[in-house]
């Protein structure tokens, strides 16, 4: 290193972000990612705000608005953000809306339990929105602010917000149009976003939510009360399917920590365990789920050998073997709760484990005692699941042989040379044409490519033993390193994993799109830790290629890409139309969509763990016309190559 790099490295090197710019300049750190997923989060932030009033006993209705100019109102009837003057020197209100962990979530006096403890939920709003506008009503006076891009607009005078009316209501409204600088796209996920106001009303039985959809071309009004709590979840989210238990509900407190359930057993070999804390659901579960998860695998067994099911020589059913056509819902209260990450996808409290280990067992020891009727089908559930585990366990040995993978003739896998997980990388791509481009191009270093000859076997209609014998994807479970999980049992180690990226590679059309599809179900049903742990990708190769008489070359992904420019470019120009991967050379496969430097990757993530099990059934399973109803509702959703 020279001298001179390292004297311009100095005190004006250092840069101190003031304020709300760290959440502009780093978005994802605060709300996940600046996708739809992260514009929805605005509207969770805001909710959790009002929910955590109905928490402490203030608030019974929230209001939900998704304005037609895209902008989003959320109204409660609590108590109103204080406007009192702050030690800060101005309202409470402002230091609420423009300072990073500042709130009444830190003080216990005025929140027991809480979601929104980082304090950062709506200075991060107000700092990711284009406007942000506030209506407090609050002793018998109705008060205004508002912002732009996180900044104050209005001057207050001593401080202090000017109050705009009079009113006997108490209550917050926040009006507020999400960034286009920001986000990637600003059209409301309306599903995802009902979806979550549901279950915010299957966990509070004594909260009503309106939602008004006026940003949709057709429009939607709903009403989310539902006072059957828990047990209504459960009996919403097995409403297609055969219930063969009631639904079976516990409640009680634990050192401190509120602890509900609730559970019933359907007659699909499928399990579905849903965590909340503080009324936020934790996609990725926690402590209170792995709490629930123990005890309520020892109680099962300790019947079973009870009542003669298991002898003395037999092992115990494992977890998956009794949870086998489980639906759960676990919902805790926690003064403190810890969360991994701002989204608090997952619990971190030991305290959580023990406090749902304690109810739980207890409860449901009490329960069993005197419904022997529902016991005795929940351990035939386990029998029947730890029959079946047995037997595929031997299929599998004999269909997944140990195989070492390298480069070969034979269009299948074209290894990297590093050993280390983290660097590597895997591209899976369709086609001969296609495969033989991306192993000349790759950087053999750390990028391995893996052929597939056509679409894979739809797994969501195949059987398990067609799923194993299926080449392409015994390739794959293989290649990827950390095994297979198919329900039954667990095989599945992601601490084996051999790449740190999974990119599909397909084609940008419907095959392509298909084929995408296909992967992503075989990964969402039997290795869904890769895309929760956030290890598969989507390659973006581009759709033309601009070549103008004078002037820089210029790739363009899609036809928005080409639109602008279109507009933009003056002079002539020559469009080569990319119909697939195997019409690129070597290099223009490298510039385009191998290159870390240059390519485009798109993340697969999972927002709402139960609409994206619901809606992979719904797509790739075998009943037509709930298919068919579900593409015409989306089809003006939908990106057409026409």
């Not at 989060?41 to 402490?56: G, K, R």
């Not at 980082?118 to 406007?131: D, F, I, M, R, T």
């Not at 990119?503 to 799109?513: H, K, L, P, S, T």
Request: glycine share 10%; net charge negative.
């Amino acid at each position: 290193m020279n001298d001179s790099s390292q004297n311009s490295y100095d005190a004006g090197s250092i840069e101190v972000l003031e304020g709300l710019e760290p959440v502009r300049m780093r978005p994802g750190m605060y709300i996940g990612s600046v996708s739809r997923r992260g514009l929805n989060h605005l509207i969770y932030e805001i909710v959790d705000n009002s929910v955590d009033e109905h928490l402490a006993g203030y608030c019974n209705e929230i209001h939900v608005k998704l304005n037609a100019d895209g902008s989003a109102l959320v109204s409660d009837n609590g108590r109103g953000i204080p406007v009192d003057m702050h030690s800060k020197g101005v309202s409470a209100e402002r230091v609420v809306f423009t300072t990073l962990h500042a709130g009444g979530k830190f003080d216990t006096s005025s929140y027991k339990t809480s979601g929104g403890l980082h304090g950062v939920g709506s200075s991060v709003v107000n700092a990711l929105s284009e406007w942000l506008d506030v209506t407090i009503k609050r002793g018998g006076s109705i008060y205004h602010d508002r912002y732009s891009r996180g900044k104050p607009v209005l001057e207050l005078e001593k401080g202090l917000l000017p109050v705009v009316g009079r009113t006997r209501e108490t209550g917050t409204t926040v009006c507020f149009l999400p960034d286009s600088e920001i986000f990637e796209r600003t059209d409301w996920g309306t599903d995802e976003i009902k979806s979550r106001l549901h279950e915010t009303a299957y966990l509070n039985p004594d909260l009503t939510i309106y939602y008004t959809d006026e940003f949709s071309k057709e429009g939607e009004s709903a009403v989310f009360h539902e006072p059957e709590g828990l047990s209504g979840f459960i009996r919403g989210l097995n409403a297609s399917k055969e219930a063969i238990t009631d639904v079976i509900c516990f409640s009680g407190e634990e050192d401190g920590i509120s602890v509900e359930g609730a559970l019933q057993y359907t007659s699909e070999f499928h399990e579905t365990v849903m965590g909340f804390c503080n009324n936020i659901y934790n996609a990725e579960g926690g402590t209170h789920i792995t709490g629930f998860k123990t005890v309520f695998t020892g109680i099962m067994n300790t019947y079973a050998r009870e009542l003669g099911l298991l002898k003395e020589k037999d092992a115990n059913f494992t977890g998956t073997d009794i949870r086998n056509g489980l639906c759960a819902v676990i919902s805790i209260k926690h003064p403190a709760p810890r969360f991994e990450g701002q989204t608090k996808t997952r619990l971190d409290n030991q305290d959580a484990s023990r406090a749902v280990s304690k109810v739980a067992g207890d409860e449901l020891t009490r329960y069993f005692d005197r419904n022997l009727d529902t016991l005795k089908v929940v351990l035939s559930c386990a029998e029947k699941a730890a029959k079946i585990r047995l037997t595929e366990a031997k299929v599998k040995t004999n269909m997944l042989t140990k195989q070492k993978f390298s480069f070969d003739s034979n269009g299948k896998l074209a290894g990297c040379e590093s050993r280390d997980a983290s660097k590597c990388e895997i591209f899976i791509v369709e086609g001969d044409s296609a495969g033989g481009s991306a192993k000349t191009a790759r950087d053999r270093r750390f990028q391995a490519i893996l052929p597939i000859r056509g679409k894979i076997l739809n797994v969501e209609k195949a059987s398990i033993d067609k799923i194993l014998a299926n080449a392409e994807i015994k390739t794959m479970i293989n290649a990827f390193g950390c095994g297979f999980s198919e329900g039954y049992g667990n095989d599945f180690d992601i601490s084996r994993l051999r790449y740190d990226k999974i990119v599909i590679m397909a084609d940008a059309d419907v095959d392509g799109a298909h084929i995408c599809t296909l992967l992503l179900t075989l990964f969402y049903r039997f290795m869904p830790e890769l895309i929760y742990e956030g290890h598969v990708y989507i390659a973006m190769p581009p759709l033309y290629k601009a070549i103008p008489a004078r002037g820089q070359e210029e790739y363009l992904y899609d036809d928005a890409a080409l639109a602008r420019y279109r507009k933009k470019h003056k002079g002539s120009f020559t469009l080569q139309r990319y119909k697939g991967l195997g019409e690129m050379d070597a290099q223009q496969l490298w510039e385009t969509t191998l290159n870390p430097e240059t390519r485009i990757l798109n993340k697969v993530e999972i927002d709402d763990a139960r609409m994206a099990s619901d809606i992979t059934g719904l797509l790739m399973g075998p009943d037509v016309e709930p298919r068919r109803q579900f593409i015409y509702r989306h089809a003006a959703d939908a990106d057409l190559d026409i």
